[in-house]
């Protein structure tokens, strides 16, 4: 069973626009939560990152949400640009451990 | 140099061959990793090397063999590999000392693997 979800496989979206990545987890645990990004024929790279502690953690054009209770994260990169398309992990660690759980991806396309 | 590099590439392998993948960093990390990525399936840890000393075997069949002579280089070994073990093999390395991000990974671009 798998301990972090991204139900989304792809999300298709307009250059401008907002796009939202998703990522649901069931271990409550989980003190640490990243976003990788990758490029095709690349390795992932590290995107952004959330304690626990806080609920929003903003980078540029990137910002991820947390909600606790909902065991649920989400991934907003404003306004979406062809450069971002790529595939998206969310991952997640206890005592913000190297032991990082990946979800499976979603494959983001924004469109010119 | 990027900093994690993963040779070879590509592969292609029988089920009775021995082949190894190779993967070096050059950021000065103290833990490398070997993930798993299998179609459509989340990343899957499979070792983490930290300070040379083999902290996490995660279940892996003993036909895969890690090896990590120093802190800059890890191996991959592969024996009697079977046609599922098809995937793509990440390397990655962190720092784990004080002031790091947790969790951040530095990835090499992959050794694509194909057991025939």
């Known amino acids: 069973d798998q301990q972090v979800k991204q139900n989304s496989p792809s999300l298709s979206v307009q250059e401008g626009r907002i796009s939202i990545l998703n990522c649901d987890y069931t271990?409550?645990?989980?003190?640490?939560f990243l976003w990788y990004k990758k490029y095709p024929a690349e390795g992932p790279t590290f995107l952004i990152s959330?304690?626990?502690?806080?609920d929003k953690n903003e980078d540029g054009r990137f910002t991820v949400f947390l909600n606790k209770s909902a065991k649920h994260l989400s991934l907003h990169i404003v306004p979406s640009q062809p450069g971002d398309s790529a595939v998206y992990f969310c991952?997640?660690?206890?005592?913000?451990?190297?032991?990082?759980?990946f979800g499976s991806g979603t494959r983001l396309l924004v469109r010119p | 140099e990027t900093g994690v590099t993963q040779t070879p590439r590509h592969l292609v392998m029988g089920m009775t061959n021995k082949k190894s993948l190779k993967c070096e960093q050059h950021?000065?990390?103290?833990?490398m990793y070997w993930y798993k990525q299998s179609a459509k399936k989340p990343l899957e840890l499979m070792f983490v090397?930290?300070?040379?000393?083999?902290?996490e075997n995660n279940s892996v069949p003993s036909r895969f063999s890690p090896e990590c002579p120093n802190s800059s280089h890890l191996f991959l070994h592969l024996h009697t590999l079977q046609p599922e073990d098809s995937a793509l093999y990440l390397c990655?390395?962190?720092?784990?000392?004080?002031?790091?991000?947790?969790?951040?990974?530095?990835f090499g671009e992959g050794s694509r693997l194909t057991v025939l």
């Open positions: 990655a390395s962190s720092d784990t000392g004080r002031g790091r991000i947790a969790g951040e990974l530095f």
């Open positions: 271990n409550s645990m989980f003190d640490y």
């Open positions: 959330i304690s626990s502690i806080k």
């Open positions: 991952a997640a660690s206890v005592d913000s451990s190297y032991k990082l759980i």
């Open positions: 950021l000065g990390h103290n833990a």
């Open positions: 090397y930290s300070l040379e000393e083999r902290v």
